[in-house]
């Protein structure tokens, strides 16, 4: 197990001396703890669970392209995700497609670009499928299961939803794929909720899926070579112990698993646990003031850069770690002991950093940096509210002699043109 969950600690120098190069906010990854990380997943799976890394978690394609060394695939969930996962050098067939929301268009594309197993949501999806003659895909069909997460999870299965087939629907699916012999199901994908925090939930998972499994009719059941589990294991925002306890899953769930023949492949797709604890975010303490008896500190980037840090996407309010990084100059305010709110830049008291921290001798020009910040980072953030630059994210490791850019910002001047603005005009504007 990694002894330091967080990565952050040991980067105050260098976030200093990035900030010299670079403008704040950005976001920091450790490539080398990403390897290590993704290793220690693998070693710690059971031996016969191929890993498939959920793009929607960070879908950067330097990312990807590390994690896929360790990994046997990405699980994408749009047309989007599967460029990036291909352009990071992703054989086609190694992806899995999801998505509730598949356009035919999508669906022709995956099939052009050499995608084979897509999970199928809806029976429209099928429909398509079989309209479009795609035979060459190998249908996995998302069941919506009857087991539920624990009450600590985000549940997206085990009651009503937008995803997924329910299970008691799966009859009337058999029937359809018998009338095109040419649609071939090849297996089922149960993704019930992301934070489970115990391995029992995984457990009941494997015996609903051996359920399911062992009710396929028989002419079906023979072309079934891929369970996938889902994954959904938890990483909580302040490093506690309640990260889902992927050393004891072995124990719990290899008895379960040998029960499968030995042809099926069986499978994880995981996201955050893989990347939250490789990132940083970093920014800058712009302006200190108190407010009837509080103290703030509002910071250049907030939920428009990351959105773990608003209230509304976050079903358990807890600080991410936080490491002050003071000034290496400042003639701004000073406040000796800041009790308070940190806050983002965004018009709307929603965007908040962290809530009652204490951070002594804090100064505005003074860099925050919040750790375990790797997952649901920059795109699953609103960047264009307000129309702040987007945070660059900036990647190290011992491959690199220098910090590279993981992908610059360039956000502002694209919006702008992308309106019918001119290129010049714009420069010209916002030089
Ligand atoms: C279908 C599916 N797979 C995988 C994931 C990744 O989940 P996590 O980041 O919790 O591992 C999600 C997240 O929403 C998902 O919807």
């Not at 009450?151 to 009859?171: C, E, N, V, W």
């Not at 990084?325 to 000796?336: K, M, Q």
């Amino acid at each position: 197990m990694l002894d330091n969950q967080s990565v952050f600690g040991q980067f105050a120098t260098l976030i200093s001396d990035l900030y010299q190069r670079y403008e704040l906010p950005f976001y920091l990854f450790d490539l080398d703890a990403l390897d290590k990380r993704t290793e220690w997943v693998r070693a710690n799976v059971p031996a016969r669970m191929h890993l498939y890394y959920s793009a929607k978690a960070n879908p950067n394609l330097h990312l990807i392209r590390r994690i896929a060394v360790n990994f046997d695939g990405i699980e994408v969930a749009s047309l989007g995700e599967i460029a990036a996962a291909v352009l990071a050098g992703v054989a086609p067939e190694r992806l899995v497609f999801v998505g509730p929301m598949k356009t035919k268009q999508d669906i022709a594309a995956a099939a052009r670009i050499g995608v084979r197993r897509i999970v199928v949501e809806s029976i429209n999806q099928i429909q398509w499928i079989k309209m479009l003659g795609l035979t060459e895909f190998k249908l996995v069909l998302r069941v919506n299961p009857d087991v539920k997460v624990g009450s600590s999870s985000i549940k997206m299965g085990g009651q009503p939803t937008q995803f997924g087939i329910d299970r008691s629907a799966l009859t009337t699916i058999y029937k359809d794929l018998r009338t095109a012999p040419e649609m071939r199901l090849s297996g089922y994908h149960i993704y019930a909720g992301t934070q489970i925090e115990n391995t029992e939930v995984t457990l009941a998972i494997i015996q609903e899926m051996r359920e399911i499994y062992d009710e396929t009719p028989d002419d079906l059941r023979t072309n079934i070579d891929f369970l996938d589990f889902g994954g959904g294991f938890s990483f909580p925002v302040d490093s506690s112990p309640t990260h889902y306890p992927v050393e004891t899953l072995r124990g719990v769930v290899d008895a379960a698993l040998a029960d499968f023949p030995e042809h099926v492949m069986l499978a994880f797709e995981l996201g955050r646990f893989v990347v939250a604890p490789t990132g940083v975010f970093c920014t800058r303490v712009e302006t200190l003031k108190h407010s009837k008896g509080r103290d703030f500190a509002i910071c250049d980037g907030g939920m428009n850069a990351f959105s773990g840090f608003s209230t509304q996407s976050r079903f358990k309010r807890q600080n991410f770690p936080c490491l002050h990084i003071p000034a290496r100059r400042t003639d701004g305010h000073h406040i000796a002991e800041f009790c308070g709110d940190v806050v983002g830049p965004l018009c709307t008291p929603a965007d908040m950093l962290a809530s009652g921290l204490a951070l002594p001798n804090l100064s505005e020009g003074d860099i925050l940096a919040f750790g375990n910040c790797g997952a649901y980072g920059l795109t699953h953030a609103m960047p264009l509210f307000l129309s702040h630059e987007a945070p660059m994210e900036i990647g190290i490791s011992n491959d690199f002699a220098e910090p590279a850019i993981l992908r610059n910002s360039t956000q502002v001047v694209d919006s702008l043109v992308a309106q019918g603005a001119d290129l010049a005009a714009v420069a010209e504007v916002l030089r």
